[in-house]
């Protein structure tokens, strides 16, 4: 299931820190079901996290496509502005 291997990734990057596991697994569940909005966020931030903020704005943009009345990841973006300190953009996003 797309899910599971979702929260393998987050598991493998938040509580692990297995940075090669967890997108291993994100990737994995992209695969099982691309229309998935939170694996998108997540994987999303992982990347931010990982500093690689224009991949983590393209799978932020495609949860927002997917899932456009969450909150969660409309605020997404925030994160990977305020990571390249793109501070005014953080504001708007927020």
Partial sequence: LSEAHTVLAYVQSQHDFNWKGAEQSYLRAIE???KHANTRQWYGEFLALQNRVDESLIQIQKAIELDPTS???NNAP???????RQFEKTLETT
């Avoid at 925030?78 to 390249?84: G, Q, T």
């Fill in 32 to 34: 099982l079901n691309p």
């Fill in 71 to 73: 909150p969660s990841t």
């Fill in 78 to 84: 925030a994160l990977a502005y305020n990571v390249s």
